[in-house]
């Protein structure tokens, strides 16, 4: 109850559903211009930051950042999205329409991440984490069972990440999810060897 009131309080300070949000979230969202970020991003960062805490609210919320103040790639993102949406159950995984959308998406996702690092927004993730590990020092027990990254540890009502993200509601077509991992295949190939 004490963490609802409190994300109601914040709600009503910051005027906008961003108030639901942690602080160390929307620290990462204040330099934006009011009205950039749109409703869809806000509900994203709040599913995110409910199943991998304010950490991994606040990393993605870089991809926001980016999509908020440049408006080709949100105009780029808009029509893969668009192009991914439309590979349905009509579409057949073997189309040659889902090789092009998944070549779309990985270069577009290259060209995200080359934004992110030339701004300095992928140096500002690194500081995420070091933030983090400050406010957050890891205890005895962390290494045991699974870690809620809002608490330092999992509640033991609540359903790990694993459980969550397999109770997501996905319906996505056979199409969509070859489209996906194309996709990912594309970015693995482009990754350096380790």
């Not at 192009?83 to 270069?107: F, G, I, K, M, N």
Request: with cysteine; charged share 30%.
């Amino acid at each position: 109850m004490r963490r609802q009131r409190t994300a109601v309080q914040r709600m009503r300070t910051e005027g906008s559903r961003m108030g639901l949000l942690s602080d160390f979230v929307t620290e990462r969202l204040k330099s934006l211009p009011e009205g950039s970020l749109r409703q869809a991003d806000l509900d994203s960062l709040l599913v995110t930051e409910r199943i991998f805490g304010p950490l991994g609210a606040a990393v993605q919320a870089t991809r926001f950042v980016v999509l908020a103040t440049h408006p080709t790639l949100r105009e780029d993102s808009d029509r893969i999205d668009d192009a991914e949406e439309a590979l349905d159950d009509s579409v057949a995984v073997d189309d040659p329409r889902v090789a092009q959308v998944a070549v779309e998406r990985h270069t577009f996702e290259s060209a995200l991440q080359a934004v992110i690092e030339e701004s300095g927004l992928g140096k500002d993730d690194d500081d995420l984490f070091d933030a983090w590990d400050t406010l957050h020092p890891a205890t005895a027990d962390d290494g045991e069972g699974e870690a809620d990254l809002s608490s330092g540890r999992r509640e033991a009502d609540s359903m790990s990440v694993f459980e969550a993200t397999g109770k997501m509601p996905y319906d996505f077509s056979p199409a969509r999810l070859r489209c996906m991992e194309l996709a990912e295949e594309l970015s693995a190939q482009d990754s350096p060897a380790t």
